[in-house]
């Protein structure tokens, strides 16, 4: 669940959608490497909190992040052994910077074959693979 700076909305819950921090809090957090990346986007910070993800990576679960480019690159830096796809638009195809980057790279043209072979590549920890489809 991704940590953030920004204002929490009307539908969403702390704790559940994400986590709401004060700057002070999140510049606290990422000096004490409690962020396994993070970034400025405007005037709001966003990050992914290190303790629940290897949490559940030690518990053997698997873990889907969306994370832009260099999000990625610091999780290559902090977990060497992650397993990084790069989902890309149809009709572009990355350079060869952005492709050393990750392991596997996925055309984002069909929800349903994305998905089914995400799940091909990492694997699911739960008894139906339909049920880890990715949701709203």
Do not use: K
Request: glycine fraction near 8%; include cysteine; aromatic fraction near 6%.
């Amino acid at each position: 669940m991704p940590a953030t700076t920004r204002p929490r909305r009307e539908r969403e819950t702390d704790g559940e959608d994400r986590v709401f921090l004060a700057p002070a809090e999140f510049d606290r957090r990422a000096a004490a490497g409690e962020l396994l990346e993070w970034s400025r986007i405007g005037p709001h910070c966003r990050g992914t909190p290190y303790a629940p993800l290897r949490a559940r990576l030690d518990a053997g679960q698997p873990v889907l992040l969306s994370l832009d480019l260099t999000g990625a690159q610091l999780v290559r830096a902090r977990l060497p052994d992650a397993r990084l796809v790069l989902l890309i638009p149809p009709g572009h195809r990355p350079d060869a910077a952005v492709a050393a980057t990750f392991e596997h790279a996925l055309t984002h043209d069909l929800t349903d074959r994305v998905v089914a072979e995400l799940v091909g590549l990492l694997g699911s920890s739960y008894p139906d693979p339909a049920w880890s489809r990715v949701r709203g």
